[in-house]
């Protein structure tokens, strides 16, 4: 399986991107896909995912700001990050995975929010 990211990019504190994965290769109809992010110095973390069935889940810190949502027919995610704050900069990863596997890895891109 490839993760092709894109999306990221400069913002002011406020405003708002649009982050999208596409999933190409070997992908099974039911799986979970969804939106990491990690800095220097710490872990990478989840920011939220979405199961093939639309249950969808958010970090505490991103719920009601973040939307995931996806196109299973285009084997595609979107991240519509809001209200974005200067703690959201990070390099975002896109994973694919089935079942409690560890899953596949996007490249990552960079969302960088000015104070």
């Known amino acids: 399986v490839q993760l092709q990211a894109s999306g990221g990019g400069l913002v002011q504190a406020g405003g708002s991107l649009r982050l999208s994965c596409v999933a190409s290769g070997r992908i099974f109809d039911t799986n979970i896909m969804g939106w990491y992010r990690q800095v220097p110095g710490k872990e990478r973390e989840r920011v939220a995912s979405i199961q093939s069935s639309g249950v969808t889940y958010y970090a505490d810190p991103v719920k009601g700001r973040f939307t995931i949502s996806r196109d299973n027919g285009r084997n595609t995610i979107y991240l519509q990050m809001s209200r974005l704050k200067p703690e959201d900069t990070a390099v975002y990863y896109c994973?694919?995975?089935?079942?409690?596997?560890?899953?596949?890895w996007g490249q990552g891109t960079l969302v960088t929010v000015s104070s």
């Open positions: 994973n694919y995975r089935v079942g409690v596997s560890t899953g596949y």
